[in-house]
């Protein structure tokens, strides 16, 4: 790999390396997390902190528990029958895995949006009305759906068809659609699994930019096999890799470093993550 | 430019010989599909021109308002009572059955899965498809009619039991067909499972649960055997379904052809074609009303 992919923009490192004033606030905590599908350990030992208003991005090879770890965030793993979690997530001190907990709620506050652009076979107004809806928002669900296109920069694109079905729309018009849909719920935190990895290149470069906007309000996520976007977008950097476990030949996820993308990119502490880095593996 | 050609890449190219027997056999398979096609529609076109042929004559304001005659093999008189009797006893079945079906199936998709008590269900509806329809009319005769008498709800009972298995399987298979993608973008948005079902699920799958429903109503709307036992046989109109006897077009079609008189064998081919022309025209009702939904939904 080229240097000055390695290196991340400097451009893009620079809003959050400035304000040192005030230290961020930790929204997720997460304390020696393990995830097991039925008997098999899908992923071990993950410790991480995601700060406020930063972009937080997991990479690595296939099958390193990266979007398994991700759906913790928002307990989508509990569709899964078999998944089971052990450890803790503090969502601001409290713990996501709490039986107390409402899984619902959780994914009120913390948004999602997936590698597959899904939007429902609605038309683009009830795509973005409907989580609205559902909470039983007595506001004005006009605006809101204007605010929530214009937040995800789609609003120009289709404000004449509002009342068209969002099948309709190109694949990057509909990754921005579910982005919208995520943001008119008002999560605090949206979680990407992969958003860019059904798109092209300027659809892409679409993505990136409003990830770059919505920092100023959201808490970001994201998950992506893209080290380059990762090293473009994200304030943090989470490497994964997997370790094959030589008595039942299976392979679990593990966290190898997390820190600074600037430092995992230019000068990582971990063999591994330079290896993967620099496109030694993977 | 042709001797350029490499060897390799000559292969390419079709030989003069294979391509010319490749399209007569391609020619060939085209003419026998074309020709099964026709030879299938051959009887359908038949039946539906012949009832058509046979029965129009009959249609008259009268056929639809007057009672049936005291005497079957005198012309005269009306086939009302068994027109109304169809679709009331039909519509019975249609709103025991229908929610019974959508939310059966909804269980074995959405929440019982693979669990033991959605395979024995799965099962039993499967083996209640098989089921022939006069045994479903003995069954009803044992377990209503011989306590309750004649009446139209016996047969709404039976009809309905010959629903019920088609709507819960094709309801379950059309809710397969909706992505998960789907379900997981409505968690994602903090749906409750529930609201995730009527909300994304059913309106997703809204097109080809009516035609399951359609499917099983028309099947229902021409059974004859179950109504037999169940309903009795009444000339006149009878319009309360849980009180006396009641008669059916598919009852009528069988009775007046067994007989050996003109007028009654043309009163069955006016029912028949009157039972045709409903199933018809609620056919056709249900793929409007679903265009409609679909076009408000999808693409």
């Not at chain 1, 470093?257 to 620099?278: G, H, L, M, Q």
């Not at chain 2, 020709?35 to 029965?55: E, N, R, S, T």
């Not at chain 2, 008590?117 to 209503?144: H, K």
């Not at chain 2, 309801?171 to 379900?183: I, K, N, S, W, Y």
């Amino acid at each position: 790999m080229s240097p000055e992919i390695a290196a991340p923009n400097a451009e893009v490192v620079a809003p959050t390396t400035a304000p040192v004033s005030e230290a961020p606030s930790v929204v997720f905590d997460v304390r020696e997390l393990d995830v097991y599908y039925g008997e098999f350990r899908a992923v071990r030992d993950v410790n991480l902190q995601v700060l406020q208003h930063e972009i937080t991005a997991f990479i690595g090879p296939s099958g390193c528990g990266k979007s398994t770890v991700l759906r913790c965030f928002d307990r989508m793993n509990d569709l899964i029958e078999s998944a089971r979690v052990d450890g803790k997530i503090l969502y601001h001190g409290i713990d996501l895995y709490d039986p107390r907990i409402d899984p619902v709620e959780v994914r009120k506050r913390i948004g999602m949006v997936f590698q597959k652009p899904n939007p429902f076979p609605k038309s683009i107004y009830d795509n973005i009305a409907f989580g609205p809806r559902l909470s039983g928002n007595k506001g004005n669900l006009d605006d809101i759906v204007e605010h929530a296109l214009r937040r995800a920069a789609l609003w120009d694109e289709v404000k004449d068809r509002l009342k068209k079905s969002a099948m309709g729309l190109s694949g990057g018009q509909q990754q921005r659609l579910c982005i919208a849909r995520a943001i008119a719920v008002e999560p605090e935190v949206i979680l990407m699994d992969e958003p860019c990895s059904a798109l092209d290149p300027i659809a892409t470069a679409r993505i990136e930019d409003l990830m770059q906007e919505l920092k100023s309000d959201y808490t970001i996520i994201i998950v992506t096999h893209n080290m380059q976007q990762a090293a473009r977008v994200s304030d943090r950097t989470a490497f994964f890799t997997t370790e094959v476990n030589s008595e039942s030949d299976t392979r679990t996820g593990v966290l190898v470093e997390f820190d600074s993308t600037d430092k995992i990119f230019s000068a990582p502490a971990d063999e591994r993550t330079e290896n993967y880095v620099t496109g030694r593996f993977g | 430019m042709t001797d350029l050609i490499s060897p390799d890449v000559e292969q390419l190219l079709f030989d003069a010989t294979t391509s010319r027997s490749r399209r007569i056999k391609n020619r060939l398979a085209s003419i026998w599909m074309l020709g099964a096609l026709v030879v299938a529609v051959i009887p359908l076109a038949l039946v539906i021109g012949y009832v058509l042929f046979k029965g129009i004559g009959q249609l008259s304001v009268a056929w639809f308002t007057e009672d049936l005659p005291a005497v079957t093999r005198k012309a005269g008189g009306g086939m009302g009572p068994a027109v109304v009797g169809t679709l009331l006893i039909t519509l019975g079945a249609a709103v025991m059955a229908i929610p019974l079906g959508i939310l059966g199936a909804i269980y074995l998709h959405e929440y019982g899965a693979k669990g033991r008590t959605a395979r024995l269900i799965r099962f039993m509806a499967d083996v209640m498809t098989g089921v022939p329809s006069i045994v479903m009319g003995l069954f009803v005769y044992t377990v209503w009619t011989l306590t309750f008498g004649l009446n139209g709800f016996g047969g709404s009972l039976a009809l309905g039991c010959l629903m019920l298995p088609i709507i819960i399987r094709t309801t379950e298979e059309m809710l397969r067909l909706v992505p998960d993608e789907l379900r997981q973008a409505s968690y994602a948005l903090g749906n409750r499972k529930w609201r995730t079902i009527t909300t994304v699920v059913l309106p997703a799958s809204f097109g080809g649960i009516t035609s399951g429903v359609m499917i099983a109503i028309a099947r229902a709307a021409g059974e004859t055997a179950p109504l037999v036992f169940t309903i009795g046989a009444a000339r006149n109109l009878n319009l309360n379904i849980f009180e006396g006897p009641m008669t059916a077009l598919s009852v009528q079609i069988f009775g007046n052809a067994q007989t050996p008189f003109d007028a009654a064998q043309s009163r069955a081919w006016g029912a028949a074609l009157t039972l045709v022309a409903i199933v018809f025209a609620m056919t056709i009702l249900a793929r409007v009303v679903s265009s409609m939904v679909a076009r408000r939904h999808a693409a």
